[in-house]
T-cell receptor, first 112, second 114 residues
């Protein structure tokens, strides 16, 4: 069956532009997570959705970062006014409530 | 709060040799612990998990890990390395329950020499 799908797989943009990253979780998975993977920082938790609600958004690094989830399915992570330090791989994972997390292949974001 | 420390950012072994990747955790509650593998340009794949059922956990691809509460460790081992094991390995602890957010270690890159 289909796994977690993330798009785009690669994104290059200029500093100051806004970007949207998309995550399509496995059908029926109620929980959705965003992580950021960067050199020197490892894997950092960003935000967690249960259904369409985000009970834990403690990892969002600044107010330039936001995320939403609609219909209990697709999630979009938006970064406004991108900075060079935002360059990273953004990983999405989904799971059933207490189940194994399944990760997508990530979006590699490069800020010029 | 939970945290994870992986000792050694890079480990190199010869094909056929023992693989040992070290992980120590800190948790104020009984932990749920995980090992993930990441191949280049891919997401993370679960190797195995500890959920308090048994201290010796067997996973995929011949890997296993032993939970040692007295040492706060969850080291990953494989008796005989294969070239295809070359990847980055992450130890993680769950934030409060099996389904909670994961707190990851910094990762260990495993190289396998022929």
């Amino acid at each position: 069956g289909a796994g977690v799908s993330q798009s785009p797989s690669n994104k290059v943009t200029e500093k100051g532009k806004d970007v949207e990253l998309r995550c399509d979780p496995i059908s029926g998975h109620t929980a959705l997570y965003w992580y950021r993977q960067s050199l020197g920082q490892g894997l950092e938790f960003l935000i967690y959705f249960q259904g369409n609600s985000a009970p834990d958004k403690s990892g969002l690094p600044s107010d330039r970062f936001s995320a939403e989830r609609t219909g209990g399915s697709v999630s979009t992570l938006t970064i406004q006014r991108t900075q060079q330090e935002d360059s990273a791989v953004y990983l999405c994972a989904s799971s059933l409530a207490q189940g194994e997390k399944h990760f997508g292949d990530g979006t590699r974001l490069s800020i010029l | 709060a939970q945290s994870v420390t992986q000792l050694g950012s890079h480990v190199s072994v010869s094909e056929g040799a023992l693989v040992l990747l070290r992980c120590n955790y800190s948790s104020s509650v009984p932990p749920y612990l995980f090992w993930y593998v990441q191949y280049p340009n891919q997401g993370l794949q679960l190797l195995l998990k500890y959920t308090s059922a048994a201290t010796l956990v067997k996973g995929i691809n011949g890997f296993e890990a032993e939970f040692k509460k007295s040492e706060t460790s969850f080291h990953l081992t494989k008796p005989s390395a294969h070239m295809s094991d070359a990847a980055e390995y992450f130890c993680a602890v769950s934030d409060g329950n099996q389904g909670g957010k994961l707190i990851f270690g910094q990762g260990t890159e495993l190289s396998v020499k022929p």
